[in-house]
């Protein structure tokens, strides 16, 4: 399993949209520069060819550089210090690779080991030595972080239980060394591909781990009539909330709350939302991201084409949007970009832009401090 | 983009819109052909063979004999055939209640639910063998793997004899529960004010469906998954990439040699929902071949199944039997590339990216 750098194909993406003048007077080392300082956004995709790869992106959405994925990416996540990105398979993939923006260096992958697949989501300490990443103990059904040393070659140096079952986001909260968990409660089992095999007995939890010791700190559930309720994707806020978004297992007529908050100490709390908005999420949160500088929280429902932006002090809901296969959030400037199932990316400001040839997947990551 | 515009009339998309009421009433008739040309016959059959079955398993209880066992025996390769056809409507009332894990518990994995049974069995648990009672217990106690392993498990021989009455009592629950189910599910799918009617009636007061789009991507979506359910679950859960790999004991329904028959019921099931829903109709002139190729596949398919006969373990330790079972991974395999991709596609939709796939 190897990636494969594709920059030239994303130099002529990117000198499409810039003017072919431009390309003519720039050297590779200028380009590099060009890149590193263009680089806002990282997410997944799929092309209409049906190869998959992960992308880095500038503030409008253009594609600056990629890379070839041997199957489907699901997240990915940044590491500051090093610049650095890891794309992780979707599960129940084995693989994650790690990039830089330029592609000067040649992207490395991180193979899961036996009895392990990754989830899709993962996340660095703040000194970016490590990589933390949530696995799937398949035989034990049992949720695990791996951890992996980003200065030894991304080599796995041990793993501490996420527990719970089907683990997917996981955070850094603002500590630095606390990592919240969202259990999603689901078995799965690679023998049986993507099946969910616990569905009438799922416990979905959420959890606050030390990711120094891996010992549990906190482990909260949603009440017995919710066990159906999978908690999935989560972001912090300004104030160091984490809000979390489900996904609903039960019934399709029934209207659950979808969008959690919670502080530590306490009982998760879900948000009153109306009527409206939360039916027209169809049962699932894809994505969630905040913006703290704006003191607003997004979600997005690719099933229900809906886009939601909260206010998170008070919790109230201050804006919607129609867009069809939403999915993938980031903050930008004083509100959202969004990229969806059907290949656009829609800035705050409402300007679209579609790759024909891109699909995005689930989620985008805003690798650049905000402007 | 021309196609595009051509399936807009069936599919109203946020970026190219015509009238949006004549879509709304295509993306309806092809949602109302198939409940009425496959989900409501489907389930009807169900529940009349559930029904036969549980006679059939009182009449064993009440007079045990060799030609009754294998007259239940019969009934309830029956019934899975029916089950298997039915089971690939994975939404609506049979997701209520968990009737779906109810009805068929499977894999077990870690055999939590044969455990569940055998204990049963051994306790003789009279609250397990009162129907009612049993409804409410693990979902793996209640339905058709509970009852196969009573019919043909280790012990289950002795139900044409008057040795283990509870063994018998406790299948006739598991198929009154079944039954009971199966009727349940028949009667709400019949409602005039039910679910069919939610499904078939997209709008934009609809709690469910609020447009034709979603309507017809839970039929093309059930397509996707159930295709995926098929082949990375039911076959390739005991058919190993290689012969070294296979795992006969953990193939569906292997102790009643159901196991390719209960795989040629989905692929029919889903070969019938297609042809009575006319989905194939809504494709321009030059990419009707798809509609034409789906069904020889989904047929190809059933009969490929169909052809592996006798206990699974030796099919799978008969190379020819055996690359059957290959080429029918296959066939799901360019189904779903067919469905998921170049179908969806045609209408427009991006079914199977990122909104199907539960991450």
């Known amino acids: 399993m190897t990636a494969v750098r594709t920059p030239l194909l994303d130099r002529r993406d990117f000198l499409r949209a810039a003017g072919a003048g431009f390309m003519a007077a720039m050297t590779p080392r200028a380009w590099a520069k060009t890149l590193d300082a263009d680089a806002v956004f990282a997410t997944a995709f799929v092309k209409r060819d049906g190869s998959y790869g992960a992308a880095v992106l500038s503030e409008a959405g253009d594609v600056l550089h990629a890379i070839d994925l041997p199957d489907r990416g699901h997240d990915v996540t940044f590491d500051p210090v090093s610049k650095r990105s890891v794309v992780f398979a979707r599960q129940p993939g084995t693989f994650a690779v790690v990039f830089d923006h330029t592609g000067r260096d040649k992207p490395l992958t991180i193979a899961s080991v036996a009895g392990r697949h990754f989830f899709g ?15 799937n103990d398949f035989d034990n059904a049992a949720g695990v972080v791996g951890v992996y040393d980003a200065r030894s070659g991304f080599k796995r140096i041990g793993e501490f239980p996420t527990y719970g079952m089907g683990p997917h986001e996981l955070l850094l909260l603002g500590d630095g060394r606390t990592i919240a968990v969202a259990n999603g409660g689901i078995e799965t089992h690679p023998d049986y591909g993507r099946a969910e095999l616990n569905i009438a007995t799922m416990k979905p939890s959420y959890v606050l781990v030390d990711r120094i010791t891996g010992d549990l700190i906190e482990k909260h559930e949603l009440p017995s009539a919710l066990h159906q309720l999978s908690i999935r994707h989560m972001d912090c806020d300004q104030a160091g909330t984490v809000w979390f978004g489900c996904q609903y297992r039960g019934p399709a007529a029934d209207r659950p709350l979808l969008i959690g908050r919670a502080a530590r100490g306490k009982d998760l709390q879900l948000l009153d939302m109306p009527q409206d908005v939360l039916a027209g999420f169809r049962n699932y949160i894809g994505s969630v991201a905040a913006n703290p500088a704006a003191g607003t929280v997004a979600v997005t429902s690719p099933e229900g084409n809906s886009l939601a932006v909260i206010d998170a002090a008070s919790g109230d809901v201050v804006a919607t949007t129609a867009l069809v296969e939403v999915c993938g959030l980031a903050p930008d400037g004083t509100g959202f970009i969004a990229s969806t199932g059907a290949g656009e990316i829609v800035e705050d400001n409402g300007a679209r832009r579609s790759e024909p040839d891109y699909v995005w997947d689930n989620h985008m990551l805003r690798i650049a401090e905000p402007a | 983009m021309s196609k595009r515009l051509a399936f807009a009339l069936l599919l109203p998309l946020a970026m190219v819109g015509p009238s949006p009421a004549s879509a709304e009433v295509r993306a309806s008739a092809v949602i109302q052909r198939a409940i009425d040309g496959f989900i409501r016959p489907a389930y009807a059959n169900l529940r009349d063979h559930a029904g036969s079955l549980t006679k059939a398993v009182r009449a064993l209880c009440d007079a045990p004999s060799q030609s009754g066992l294998e007259a239940a025996r019969a009934e309830f390769s029956a019934t899975v055939e029916a089950w298997s056809s039915a089971e690939i409507i994975a939404f609506g009332p049979i997701k209520e209640n968990n009737r779906l894990e109810r009805m068929l518990y499977w894999p077990d994995r870690k055999g939590i ?25 693990s979902v793996a106690m209640q339905g058709l793997g509970a009852l196969e392993f009573v019919l043909y498990g280790d012990g289950g021989d002795a139900l044409a004899g008057k040795d283990d009455p509870y ?8 198929a009154g529960n079944i039954e009971t189910m199966a009727a349940e599910v028949d009667e709400a799918w019949r409602k005039p004010d039910g679910f069919a009617a939610l ?20 039929l093309v979506g059930d397509f996707i998954n159930e295709l995926e359910m098929v082949r990375d679950v039911r076959l390739k859960g005991f058919l190993g990439g290689k012969p070294e790999g296979d795992k006969p004991r953990q193939a569906i329904y292997w102790r009643s040699q159901n196991t390719t028959n209960s795989l040629a019921g989905n692929l029919s099931g889903i070969d019938a929902l297609f042809v009575a829903s006319k989905l194939g109709d809504a494709l321009p002139a030059d990419a009707q071949w798809m509609a034409e190729s789906i069904h020889i596949q989904l047929a190809n398919g059933v009969a490929t199944a169909k052809s592996v006969t006798g206990p699974i373990d030796k099919a799978l330790a008969d190379p020819v039997l055996r690359g059957k079972l290959d080429h029918f991974a296959l066939i799901t395999s360019s189904l779903t590339t067919l469905i998921g991709t170049r179908l969806t596609s045609e209408f427009g939709l991006t079914a199977g990216f990122s909104s199907l796939d539960g991450d």
Do not use: I, M
């Open chain 1, 121 to 135: 989501h993962g996340v660095f300490s703040p000194d970016g030595a490590l990589l933390y990443a949530t696995e």
């Open chain 2, 113 to 137: 639910g044969l455990k569940q049974v055998q204990a049963a069995l051994a306790g003789k648990d009279s609250t397990a063998s009162d129907p009612a009672q049993l409804a409410g217990k």
């Open chain 2, 167 to 174: 063994r018998c009592g406790y299948g006739a629950a598991v």
């Open chain 2, 199 to 218: 499904w078939a009636n997209p709008g934009p007061q609809n709690p469910l469906y609020r447009d034709g789009t979603e309507a017809v991507t839970e």
